[in-house]
Structures are given as structure tokens and as C-alpha cells.
């Protein structure tokens, strides 16, 4: 019998296969010992041959030599897919243990990476009035706030630099970036009056 698989990875539908063939190897040893066990209980090994050396006459010769030899047949059988079920479940847990670590060190690096590739944020939401044009754009307390239209953390000096934006912007969408969980995050906020002050709340 061929490897499972000749070279492809060992998948667990060819341990499951091969194990049905030991099964069905098994089941034939079990008739063919049965079939000798019908001829007089003669086993693999008692004399085919009466006290005078001649051929037994109580019992079907043909049969019980061709079951002596079917058995040793599978029993090789047998032995050579027991090696191969070993071999088949070392290999599927070798790859399992080796797709568990290529799972963990990409997540390792995507974490890395998503770090290192983060902006820096230059200021930090701390309240967000209900009903305000800032929470229907979704904003959250806690958002970092990398990217507010045209100010960044490169040319953001203070506050009112972010007023300026917003009041040249009344009624046109922003686009907002903020770092939220370790997350990039868009958000599109459209300064406007409300029922509170300014235009965004």
C-alpha cells in the first residue's frame, strides 16, 4: 500500500482510512482463524499429517493451508499498516504543533507591526456630548485623535488649530483618524450647529 496521500501533507480523513484498512485486516484474520478453528480447532501450527505421516483425512486440507497462508499474509499486512498509521499521526501532529507556532508568530508580527506602524496621536478625546455632531460620527472618550482634516501631529500646535478646521468646515465632512484598542480607526464628522455649544460637541 502506497503512502497516504504520496506526498501531499497527511490529512486525518488518510489516518481514518488507513485505520478502516486495519480494521478490515483484522476482521480477515479473525474468519480465517475462525475457519481453522472449524476444522477441528487445528491452529497454525498442529500436524496436517495423521501418526503414519499421511495427509488427515478428518479435515479440509485446501482450506486450512489456505487459511495458514492468508494469515501470515495479513498479518504482514497488518503489521505494515500499523507503521504506516504511526507515521501518519506523527506527521499530522507534527504539522499541527508547526501550523500552532506559524499561527502565533504571525500574530506576533501583525501585533509588531500594527505598533510600530501606528501614528502618533496629538491629542485625546475626553467627553463626548450626547446627541453632538462628534457622537453621530461614532467619536468615543478615549479616541486618539492622529488626524483631524488637514492637522496631524506634524503641524498640530494647539487647540485652536482644530477650532480653525472646524469652523472652515461647518456642514462639509471631516475625515477623522483615531487610535482606538491599538486600532486605526476613519471617522467622518461633519462640524455643524446643534442644540449644545459649538459644532461638534
Known sequence: ???????????????????????????????????LEGQKGVGMH????DAEGFPRSDIDLYQVRTARHNIICLQNDHKAVMKQVEEALHKLHAREKEKHAKDEA????????????????????????????????????????VEFGSVNANNFQNLQNIATVVQHSE???LSVTVIRGGRRVHVGLTPKRWAGKGLLG
Not at 504571525?106 to 462628534?134: D, H, I, T
Request: glycine share 8%; charged share 25%; proline share 9%.
Open 1 to 35: 500500500m502506497a503512502e497516504p496521500g504520496g506526498g501531499r501533507p497527511v490529512t486525518v480523513s488518510d489516518v481514518q482510512q488507513l485505520v478502516r484498512r486495519k480494521d478490515e485486516i483484522e476482521a480477515q484474520i479473525k474468519a480465517c482463524y475462525e475457519l
Open 46 to 49: 498442529e500436524p496436517l499429517v
Open 106 to 145: 504571525e500574530a506576533l508580527a501583525e501585533a509588531m507591526s500594527q505598533s510600530q506602524s501606528l501614528p502618533r496621536a496629538f491629542a485625546k478625546v475626553n467627553s463626548v456630548s450626547p446627541g453632538s455632531p462628534a457622537s453621530v460620527s461614532g467619536l468615543q472618550v478615549d479616541d486618539e485623535i
Open 171 to 173: 456642514g462639509r465632512p
